[in-house]
């Protein structure tokens, strides 16, 4: 606070918030409960001054992580801790309101009995003229969860430390540009330079940081449905964009060391922990997870070609201090979803669900622990061996199947890296198996279906997703169709060019609306189970028919690599322009242009569109910033393969110049893309492409590795 007029002001400062509960459980069983548990208890230093609070909980469990703030006051050379308090919410407000508080000024000293964890902290001070005070605030938690001694005395004396480090006003400064030097080198990785400033600072500046945010935040920030929710085993997604900015800052170790924490999340039969911070939980609840990992990893050692990261020994999620290489890790989740937790049809289990964690199709679903345990059972009982089918009549996903294909894919594609012949041949050939199955059961004249059902015996359902299905909602639309069925099928290399054809016809019937793509047509998924999407929401929120924009920008994802590959031009040209919609629809600085209907956030990705009102619904957080950071790359023509860069642009039909700056590890690139107005692509317009000024001979650039600047120019004639 600075002082600007000619005479010494004498003021009052008072900092509020309130602490979170240990019981995060009872925020949704007994908020009562969450109150009687905690009292509020002072802070003082070894030189007997009061410098907090804290809150006292009194189960043990409960004393694992304790919360503090601190202030300091920073008056010349002089420093000051809080010089009152107040813990008491009801005493702070009195009859005012909380913008004006009653007892804002006069803070009454007294320590409250139960909560909630409210507190407010206070101090005069004096400014003279033409002075500034400085005034800094410390929040934060000290935990067990990185030292199995903790105790009360810990935190005590870690507070201390952390003021005694801050003793000086600079180093908060230093501290702070320290962060901010950090996030304008991250956010170099892949910078547009369009000259429109709200989408360069949308993707350059907002996007990246998103999505660096949620690497670590994910489903625990905001509240969603639940009360408490921590890192989910899918959301290694957000590092399948991360990575290669943290990569090019010179944390390779660091990513790593991610990728290490989700193995650890693996059991040895490879389904994997749904949900997880320091302990895991939800243990193959839902079938997907697992399969999540291994393009986590395949865009790391292709990026990196650092293969040594295969051998790395890595602890399994069963415990007992086991550790085992990465590669039988990835090796284990691959059987697992391809030989043993499979239906009918060799495709895999749907599970609880999968990736749409409202597809919950069988009632008497089973977790991944439950399963291992009937395996082992019926291993014994048939006198089988390890990588038998286990035998159910449970549901299969097929969007499992099309994330299975890819991963088999990867793994292939890694071991060729690793000069391991025998598991690519494997891989190779487990490939085509399940490529087949999903050819010979999953396709239904006009689409993929979603899922296989085997439990009715009188053939009454056979599948979800697809027409003939039963299962509409709509008398006017002959099945159910999910974009998930189409993405997947796209992505994961299995749609054939007359398929990808017949699905977008498909799409643009029944998936596309105005509001942009929808997650599923109407569907009366109540017929099949009772915890569905179409029994939880209404049609056109969430997973029920919401332009869900997580999947909406994986189908842009899909709708832009076909179109980089089909040979039907006209084709190529509608899956363009349905990209270039939906990225416009998902963009979220494109909500101010109508922000008292469309509301959202004009800086962060949210969740979903109502098909109806077309309002943007949260949480914030969601897969949608990483799906649409990769879509946008994708669409400026970069994709990293084991050759170096694959690049092969599609740009908008009216633009006619597309510049950006890309670096790599070990040098950085300039590409300037240029073409007539109408839709271009490198399958079939005639161009000229220069690396360095040179024309080169394939769309194949090289990664450098002279720590210089080249640049690539593509001209489209």
């Known amino acids: 606070m600075k002082n600007a007029s000619d005479k010494a002001r004498n003021l009052s400062i ?94 009454n000293n007294k320590l409250n009995r139960k909560g909630p964890g409210f507190f407010a902290l206070g101090s005069p001070f004096t400014v003279e003229a033409g002075k500034t005070v400085v005034i800094d605030t410390f929040t934060g938690l000290s935990s067990s969860k990185d030292n199995e001694n903790y105790s009360d005395a810990i935190m005590c004396n870690e507070l201390e430390n952390l003021l005694s480090y801050f003793e000086k006003s600079e180093a908060v400064e230093e501290t702070l540009n320290e962060i901010i030097n950090f996030h304008e080198n991250y956010c170099k990785y892949f910078e547009f330079q369009t000259g429109n400033k709200l989408f360069d600072s949308g993707f350059n500046k907002n996007l990246s940081f998103q999505i660096l945010y949620q690497t670590f935040m994910s489903r625990s920030f905001c509240q969603t449905q639940k009360g408490y929710r921590e890192i989910g085993f899918r959301e290694i997604q957000d590092m399948f964009a991360s990575m290669y900015y943290f990569i090019n800052i010179g944390y390779q170790e660091f990513v790593r060391d991610l990728l290490f924490e989700w193995t650890a999340n693996v059991y040895k039969m490879g389904y994997a922990n749904h949900n997880f911070y320091w302990v895991g939980k939800q243990p193959g609840l839902y079938s997907d997870d697992s399969l999540w990992l291994l393009q986590a990893y395949y865009r790391y050692i292709v990026y990196t070609k650092d293969t040594s990261v295969l051998n790395e020994e890595v602890p399994v999620a069963d415990g007992n201090n086991e550790k085992r290489a990465v590669r039988d890790t990835l090796k284990a989740i691959i059987q697992y979803s391809a030989c043993i937790s499979v239906g009918d049809h060799g495709l895999p289990l749907l ?90 059961h999953a396709w239904k004249k006009n689409f993929f279906a979603r899922v296989l059902l085997n439990r009715y015996k009188d053939g009454s359902y056979t599948y979800l997703g697809a027409k003939g299905d039963k299962l509409s909602d709509d008398p006017n639309i002959d099945g159910v169709y999910f974009l998930n069925s189409f993405s997947w099928s796209v992505l994961s290399d299995v749609a054939t060019d007359e398929q990808i054809g017949i699905m977008v016809d498909t799409i643009k019937k029944y998936l596309l609306t105005k509001c942009g793509l929808r997650l599923i047509s109407p569907a009366d998924l109540n017929k099949l189970a009772h915890d569905t999407a179409t029994g939880h929401y209404f049609f056109g929120d969430r997973e029920n028919g919401a332009v869900f924009k997580h999947a909406s920008m994986m189908a842009a994802a899909a709708l832009v690599k076909a179109a980089k590959k089909v040979k039907d031009n006209e084709l190529a040209k509608e899956m363009t322009r349905i990209a270039y919609f939906m990225v416009d629809l998902v963009l979220p600085y494109k909500n101010l242009e109508n922000p008292f209907q469309v509301a959202g956030n004009p800086r962060i990705c949210t969740q979903y569109i109502n098909t109806e009102t077309g309002e943007n619904i949260g949480p914030l957080l969601s897969g949608t910033a990483t799906w649409l950071n990769l879509t946008l790359i994708s669409l400026a023509g970069i994709e990293y393969i084991k050759e170096g860069i694959s690049f092969n642009p599609i740009l908008r039909e009216e633009e006619t110049q597309l510049n950006f700056v890309l670096k790599a590890p070990k040098c950085s690139y300039k590409f300037s893309i240029s073409k007539p107005a109408g839709f271009a692509r490198m399958e079939s317009s005639e161009y000229e492409l220069l690396i360095d000024g040179k024309k080169a001979d394939s769309a194949i650039i090289p990664m450098f590795t002279d720590e210089k600047e080249h640049t690539v120019t593509l001209q489209f004639k």
Request: hydrophobic fraction near 35%.
């Open 351 to 440: 599970d609880h669900a999968d990736w749409n964690d409202c597809l919950k199709i069988d009632n008497n679903y089973i977790d991944g622990a439950t399963k291992e345990k009937l395996y082992y059972e019926q291993l014994k009982k048939t006198n089988g061996k390890y990588g038998d089918r286990f035998v159910s009549d449970h549901s299969e996903s097929v969007m499992n199947a099309f994330l299975l294909k890819l991963a088999i894919d990867h793994l292939a594609e890694i071991a060729a890296l690793d000069q391991d012949a025998k598991l690519t041949q494997e891989m190779s050939e487990l490939s085509k198996v399940i490529y087949n199955r999903i050819q010979e």
């Open 14 to 107: 008072t900092y509020m918030g309130m602490f979170g509960t240990g019981a995060t459980h009872a925020i949704f069983e007994d908020v009562t409960y969450t109150n009687v548990i905690m009292q509020s208890a002072a802070l003082y230093n070894d030189k007997g001054e009061f410098i907090g609070i804290t809150p006292d909980y009194y189960p043990e469990e409960f004393k694992q992580d304790t919360r503090f703030v601190s202030m300091i006051v920073r008056n010349g050379d002089k420093k000051s801790f809080p010089q009152s308090f107040c813990t008491d919410y009801n005493d702070f407000i009195g009859k005012g309101t909380l913008e004006h508080p009653s007892g804002g000024y006069n803070l």
